[in-house]
């Protein structure tokens, strides 16, 4: 880290303490699903904060995935002339970051993936998101118990938590919930020859036996939310802050 970045980092850190500056937290969601188990997870995490906070849902917004030109490496900014530049600007304006997603095929969401791609502008020779406190929320249907099934939980948290650390951001943790498998919604979950539901659950797994899963109803995940929240507070300094508002 360069001795610049150093200072910077410090000089944000101290300006926070001291109340100087407003601190906002921005929350963004790559689930297409609305009001899904994802974003009500994420606002559950924002919540705790205590802090100013946005939440975007990046199906509202067009994002196209980074073309690696590098056409960004002078200016900071994205030759691609779409939501993502005005996305990007909102995440350098932020003091902390926490993105939330979903994993079909058992990786990151596309959309989500596309807006951390799209982060790049902001690493060239300032660092924009380095020392940020940063958090990731993810859903996935694969029970984590069978270990027959490819991890997809730890997958989606992979790509946020590398993301920041590539950056040099402070990861300060995770929000694991146990989403739905479209085939308990699709009408076909008991009859479909390719349902995810004996797959997942087992051969005598129906749509009845499974059911739908909620995050309010999964207090180990609420939990981790509300402290999710909590430490980037603390990350933040603002965490006698948050703390108070979280229990008003
Ligand atoms: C096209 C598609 C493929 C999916 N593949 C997987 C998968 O491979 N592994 C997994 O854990 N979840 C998979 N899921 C389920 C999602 O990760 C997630 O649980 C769900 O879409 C979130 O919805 P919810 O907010 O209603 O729970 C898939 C979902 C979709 C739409």
Same mark, same amino acid.
Request: proline share 5%.
């Given at each position: 880290?360069? @001795?610049? @970045?150093?200072?910077?980092?410090?000089?944000?850190?101290?300006?926070?303490?001291?109340?100087?500056?407003?601190?906002?937290?921005?929350?963004?969601?790559? *689930?297409?699903?609305? =009001?899904?188990?994802?974003?009500?997870?994420?606002?559950?995490? @924002?919540?705790?904060? /205590?802090?100013?906070?946005?939440?975007?849902?990046?199906?509202?917004?067009?994002?196209? #995935?980074?073309?690696?030109?590098?056409?960004?490496?002078?200016?900071?900014?994205?030759? +691609? $002339?779409?939501?993502?530049?005005?996305?990007?600007?909102?995440?350098?304006?932020?003091?902390?970051? &926490?993105?939330?997603?979903?994993? #079909?095929? *058992?990786?990151?969401? *596309?959309?989500? %993936?596309?807006?951390?791609?799209?982060?790049?502008?902001?690493?060239?020779?300032?660092?924009?998101?380095?020392?940020? #406190?940063?958090?990731?929320?993810?859903?996935?249907?694969?029970?984590?118990?069978?270990?027959? @099934?490819?991890?997809?939980?730890?997958?989606?948290?992979?790509?946020?938590?590398?993301?920041?650390?590539?950056?040099?951001?402070?990861? &300060?943790?995770?929000? %694991?919930?146990?989403? =739905?498998?479209?085939?308990?919604?699709?009408?076909?979950?008991?009859?479909?020859?390719?349902?995810? +539901?004996?797959?997942?659950?087992?051969?005598?797994?129906?749509?009845? *036996? &499974? /059911?739908?899963?909620?995050?309010?109803?999964?207090?180990?995940?609420?939990?981790?939310?509300?402290?999710?929240? !909590?430490?980037?507070?603390?990350?933040?300094?603002?965490? =006698?802050?948050?703390?108070?508002? !979280?229990? $008003?």
């Amino acid at each position: 880290m360069t @001795l610049i @970045l150093q200072r910077r980092i410090i000089i944000s850190v101290l300006a926070i303490q001291e109340r100087k500056i407003k601190v906002k937290v921005l929350g963004v969601s790559g *689930s297409p699903i609305k =009001n899904s188990n994802t974003d009500r997870a994420l606002k559950a995490v @924002l919540d705790a904060t /205590g802090c100013e906070t946005e939440c975007v849902k990046l199906m509202d917004y067009t994002i196209e #995935p980074c073309r690696a030109c590098l056409g960004c490496v002078k200016t900071n900014t994205c030759v +691609i $002339k779409d939501d993502g530049i005005a996305l990007t600007e909102k995440a350098k304006a932020a003091d902390a970051l &926490v993105i939330a997603g979903f994993t #079909p095929y *058992s990786t990151i969401d *596309s959309r989500t %993936k596309a807006f951390i791609e799209r982060l790049y502008p902001l690493r060239h020779t300032h660092g924009f998101m380095a020392g940020k #406190p940063g958090g990731v929320v993810i859903t996935f249907a694969a029970p984590e118990e069978n270990d027959m @099934l490819p991890p997809a939980g730890q997958m989606g948290i992979n790509a946020v938590q590398f993301y920041m650390m590539e950056e040099g951001m402070n990861f &300060v943790g995770a929000v %694991k919930i146990q989403g =739905n498998v479209p085939c308990v919604k699709c009408v076909y979950g008991d009859e479909c020859k390719m349902s995810g +539901i004996p797959m997942l659950y087992g051969p005598d797994a129906t749509v009845d *036996s &499974v /059911g739908i899963k909620s995050f309010e109803e999964q207090p180990v995940a609420v939990e981790a939310a509300r402290e999710l929240g !909590h430490k980037i507070a603390e990350a933040l300094g603002t965490a =006698n802050k948050a703390i108070d508002s !979280h229990e $008003k």
